[in-house]
């Protein structure tokens, strides 16, 4: 579970992004998150795994604070935590599946990593993720030739590879076009639904939350102002 009680963040220079923010995300959950560029987000989103400053209130992931957490706590949390990006963030001249291995950076001593000697069990794991997003073809090929959608795929296969119990998804979709949109929106809702992973999605347009969204929080300036039924959103 997700809780936050009356969040502020107030990023350094003064600029509080985030007012006053009470939200609570049920294990399991599907969460879209809907508002203006700036209305905060993604700052929401990074607030989850405490890469933004929480000025006010607690953040509480499984019943652990973030707010003023050590970094030991940190880094645990965000292992268990999975990031997929507007742009990807993939390492474009390298294959496919060492851009999923990544997701197993955090659980492995680092210098398999830098030998590239990933153990067996880790290599499958990062193969049946890119077999959940049905790219497990492509496992060898350079991630630079790839198209968007399918790099958005391998985006989220190295989160999974990470077997994280939190999926977020910052504007997933708003670098690709409208079909591949929807392929990947179709992905992050089987996902969910299958492995039941809470999974928190930025996105701007209405229309794609209202097709695969249950729940929708808007935010506008910094400020919650809806939270409840993507059915009973209208576009004002
Ligand atoms: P959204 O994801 O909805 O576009 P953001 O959470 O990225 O919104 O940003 C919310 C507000 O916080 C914006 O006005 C943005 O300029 C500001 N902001 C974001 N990151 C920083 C930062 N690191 N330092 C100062 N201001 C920031």
């Not at 969460?31 to 890469?51: D, E, Y």
């Not at 790219?135 to 399918?150: F, T």
């Given at each position: ?77 965000r ?52 077999e ?42 708003a670098s690709?076009?409208p ?58």
């Open positions: 579970m997700i809780e936050f009680e009356n969040v502020d963040v107030t990023y350094p220079g003064g600029f509080k992004a985030l007012h006053n923010v009470s939200l609570t995300i049920e294990d399991g959950e599907l969460l879209v998150i809907v508002g203006l560029s700036g209305a905060g987000k993604s700052t929401l989103l990074r607030a989850v795994n405490g890469f933004v400053p929480i000025t006010a209130g607690s953040v509480k992931v499984d019943g652990v604070e973030v707010r003023g957490a050590s970094r030991k706590t940190l880094r645990e949390l292992s268990n935590v999975g990031m997929i990006f507007q742009t990807f963030n993939l390492v474009k001249r390298t294959s496919v599946i060492n851009n999923a291995l990544m997701g197993r950076l955090s659980k492995v001593p680092s210098w398999r990593a830098m030998t590239g000697f990933w153990p067996a069990a880790d290599r499958e794991i990062a193969l049946q993720s890119l959940r997003v049905e790219i497990v073809e492509k496992a060898y090929v350079r991630a630079s030739d790839l198209s968007g959608g399918q790099q958005q795929r391998v985006g989220i296969a190295r989160a999974l590879a990470q077997e994280p119990s939190v999926l977020l998804a910052d504007e997933p979709v690709l076009d079909v591949t949109s929807h392929t990947v929106m179709g992905d992050l809702r089987r996902i969910n639904r299958d492995l039941g992973i809470t999974t928190i999605i930025n996105l701007h347009f209405l229309d794609l939350a209202r097709t695969y969204g249950q729940r929708l929080v808007g935010l506008r300036d910094g400020e919650l102002v809806f939270d409840g039924n993507i059915a009973d959103v209208d576009d004002e």
